[in-house]
């Protein structure tokens, strides 16, 4: 069964500081990986995917994540936080080539960004 | 191009009522899902459909019921309302083996 983890349900950065919001998965196939945002009573909206091509990603607004096999995590980057940047962020897993495209989510990461 | 449509946006039920979120999409896309959002849980599957006249449950299927009989709509009934299914939710459509969803902006369902 495939899941996801991530750590920190609650970020806190200061505007122009580095974003870091981690994501581990598991899975038994190759995965696809994804961020998606949430931005106050809205729907979610996808950031970046990882669908086994270039391992580093780069998504909307500046964010970016690597994709590591070996520690099997997803983690989310961003070199300078913004204050639009305060939302939550979702990590999601799906198998590659999955008849379904089913997404497994993880409980969400708050990020807050202070003046 | 509107998206992903869902209606009602609030609503409020009391026990044992029972009540169908709409959802709607322009996008022509085959997939469909209804996930329902709850604090510190994230998004869990209720049902998903892969295209017209084809429905499978998802994570927590108990205490809904789904039908798809056009590629646009995908609706969502709950029976026998329980204050456990106080939650927001979202329905959501993609392609096959893409992963990228394109998600409603939610309904928000109280139950008292």
């Known amino acids: 069964a495939q899941s996801v983890t991530q750590l920190g349900s609650h970020v806190s950065v200061s505007e122009g500081a580095l974003v870091l919001l981690r994501c581990n998965y598991s899975?038994?196939?190759?995965?696809?990986l994804f961020w998606y945002v949430q931005y106050p009573n809205q729907g979610l909206q996808l950031l970046l995917k990882?669908?086994?091509?270039?391992?580093l990603v780069k998504g909307i607004n500046g964010f970016e994540a690597e994709f590591k096999k070996s520690e099997t995590s997803f983690h989310l980057t961003k070199p300078s936080a913004h204050m639009s940047d305060a939302a939550e962020y979702f990590c999601?897993?799906?198998?590659?080539?999955?008849?379904?495209?089913?997404?497994?989510f993880g409980t969400g990461t708050l990020l807050a960004v202070q003046p | 191009n509107a998206g992903v449509t869902q209606t009602p946006k609030f609503r409020i039920l009391k026990i044992g009522q029972s009540m169908t979120l709409q959802c709607a999409q322009d996008?022509?896309?085959?997939?469909m899902y209804w996930y329902r959002q709850d604090p510190g849980m994230g998004l869990k599957l209720i049902y998903y459909?892969?295209?017209?006249?084809?429905?499978d449950k998802g994570e927590v299927p108990n205490g809904y019921n789904v039908s798809r009989s056009t590629t646009e709509d995908f609706p969502l009934r709950l029976e026998l309302a329980a204050p456990s299914q106080t939650s927001v939710y979202f329905c959501?459509?993609?392609?096959?083996?893409?992963?990228?969803?394109?998600f409603g902006e939610g309904s928000r369902l109280t139950v008292l």
């Open positions: 996008m022509n896309h085959n997939y």
């Open positions: 959501a459509s993609g392609i096959f083996d893409s992963g990228e969803l394109f």
């Open positions: 999601a897993v799906s198998e590659s080539g999955g008849a379904t495209n089913k997404l497994i």
């Open positions: 459909s892969v295209g017209a006249g084809i429905t």
């Open positions: 899975s038994s196939v190759p995965p696809y």
């Open positions: 990882y669908t086994s091509a270039a391992t």
